[in-house]
């Protein structure tokens, strides 16, 4: 990974720095490995986060595909 500094602003740098360390997963994926965890522990965080995962595709493909909510009226 590389980050430029043009024109000596490093605020920017550090800016776009941390912007692609959050698209490439790694802050989650330390904040995760800052302590132990057991894998019954694991392995419901990860159910649970499928669940959320789920639960945010099926809102959005509802709110898609549907029109105004029944009871109320149209805008």
Do not use: F, T
């Amino acid at each position: 990974m590389e980050i430029r500094v043009h024109s000596q602003n490093i605020e920017k740098a550090l800016r776009d720095l941390k912007k692609k360390l959050q698209l490439d997963g790694l802050m989650g994926e330390l904040k995760k490995r800052r302590h132990y965890e057991k894998p019954s522990v694991k392995k419901k965080n990860k159910q649970l986060e499928a669940e959320k995962r789920r639960r945010k595709l099926l809102k959005r493909s509802r709110s898609a595909s549907s029109g105004p909510r029944p009871g109320r009226p149209a805008s």
